[in-house]
């Protein structure tokens, strides 16, 4: 059973503050990595995805994965109260036609 | 162009009953997917297809059917409405070769 672990919310971070969201997974054999934003009422938008080991930027967001450690995490600088929402972890394997297995999601909280 | 089309929006249904929920994408998309989200959890992997007449189950298959007999059409049915299957159903698409699945804004069931 693939599994997918994020750390459990809800957060609450300051307007302007770094939020943290951290995602483990089971499948060694996973090959792509996605963070995906869901407001409340709507359907799940892309905001990041990752296939490497490292870290990646896309204005304000950063998402880092460290496949030995089976670790993938979201850092949003600078936090708006409009990122306030459900944060997704999604994880593909190689040879499993694109199909995601999603983490719990957490909640965060942006506060002005 | 309207991307991915999920009709109802909303639905009732006594434990039972039957329906099929309707999901149109535009963009030529090979791959198709049908997600269930319960309140407060990731999206689990209902069925997916990876081109017309090629249909697989994902990971809660269990109460439901799906066919694919056009590129453009993946309706997920129903045969005996569950209580258990209360949830808000997703419908997503990709192309080959493209990570990113694009979601269409979801069906929420209610079975009474």
């Known amino acids: 059973q693939k599994e997918v672990e994020q750390n459990s919310g809800p957060l609450s971070v300051p307007e302007g503050a770094i939020a943290s969201l951290n995602c483990t997974y089971s499948?060694?054999?996973?090959?792509?990595f996605f963070w995906y934003r869901q407001y409340s009422g709507k359907s799940p938008e892309l905001i990041m995805s990752?296939?490497?080991?490292g870290d990646k930027e896309d204005g304000r967001f950063t998402a880092q994965l460290n496949k030995a450690s089976q670790y993938v995490s979201l850092l949003i600088r600078d936090s708006q109260p409009s990122d306030s929402a459900t944060y997704l972890c999604?994880?593909?394997?190689?040879?499993?036609?694109?199909?995601?297995?999603f983490g719990q999601g957490t909640i965060l909280t942006v506060h002005p | 162009n309207a991307g991915v089309t999920q009709t109802p929006k909303f639905r009732i249904l006594k434990i039972g009953q039957s329906m099929t929920l309707q999901c149109t994408q535009d963009?030529?998309?090979?791959?198709m997917y049908w997600y269930r989200q319960d309140p407060g959890m990731g999206l689990k992997l209902i069925y997916y297809?990876?081109?017309?007449?090629?249909?697989d189950k994902g990971e809660v298959p269990n109460g439901y059917n799906v066919s694919r007999s056009t590129t453009e059409d993946f309706p997920l049915r129903l045969e005996l409405a569950a209580p258990s299957q209360t949830s808000v159903y997703f419908c997503?698409?990709?192309?080959?070769?493209?990570?990113?699945?694009?979601f269409g804004p979801g069906t929420r069931l209610l079975v009474l």
């Open positions: 997503a698409s990709r192309t080959s070769g493209q990570e990113t699945q694009y």
């Open positions: 499948d060694r054999g996973s090959q792509s």
């Open positions: 990752i296939y490497s080991n």
């Open positions: 999604a994880v593909a394997g190689g040879t499993s036609y694109g199909k995601l297995t």
């Open positions: 963009m030529n998309h090979n791959y």
């Open positions: 297809s990876v081109g017309a007449g090629i249909t």
